[in-house]
């Protein structure tokens, strides 16, 4: 299984994510801008995910809410920008809990040969308290989740050879 490794310097106000997927990187591309697939992996199971918009397009902007089974809700949106591809996406990420603390996270997909690819996020909060209050929060347990939920749709995708 393939290791979610997450990296926040002390004092720092960014977080990086390296995560390797077995599947080619058009694939997992795909999985980050199709909201049918959206709704399939990002953030943990034990949420239900409602997308309202998921329009990954320079300016176009994006809102869903994760709610408990106690009827709880947690609202996240952002605003995608510049050109959405296969080389990279940019976007600001919001929690609605918490309004005024923006982050701006890119992504970058790379090939790493035999079918197999690797997501490079770098994520870049307004300060280092805001940046250790979401690592606090649980988003690396969230964004393993959400991953290995990732490895599970793709295993589904990958066209068998």
């Known amino acids: 299984m393939n290791a979610t490794k997450i990296t926040a310097e002390p004092g720092q106000p960014f977080v990086d994510v390296v995560r390797e997927f077995d599947a080619p990187r058009e694939l997992v591309y795909q999985a980050h801008v199709d909201p049918a697939l959206i709704v399939e992996w990002l953030g943990p199971a034990r949420f239900a995910m409602t997308l309202d ?29 510049g050109s959405q591809t296969i080389d990279g996406m940019t976007q600001t990420f919001e929690f609605e809990g918490a309004p005024g603390h923006v982050s701006l996270g890119t992504v970058t997909f790379e090939d790493i040969g035999d079918g197999r690819s690797r997501a490079l ?22 964004m393993s989740e959400g ?15």
Do not use: I
């Open 147 to 161: 991953y290995r939920r990732l490895d599970e749709l793709l295993g589904k995708l990958v066209p068998v050879a």
């Open 121 to 142: 996020v770098h994520s870049v909060y307004q300060s280092v308290q805001d940046r250790d209050a979401v690592v606090e929060s649980g988003m690396g347990e969230g």
């Open 53 to 81: 918009r998921w329009d990954p397009r320079d300016g176009g902007s994006w809102r869903y809410t994760h709610r408990d089974d106690d009827g709880n809700e947690y609202g996240f949106h952002g605003v995608f920008h």
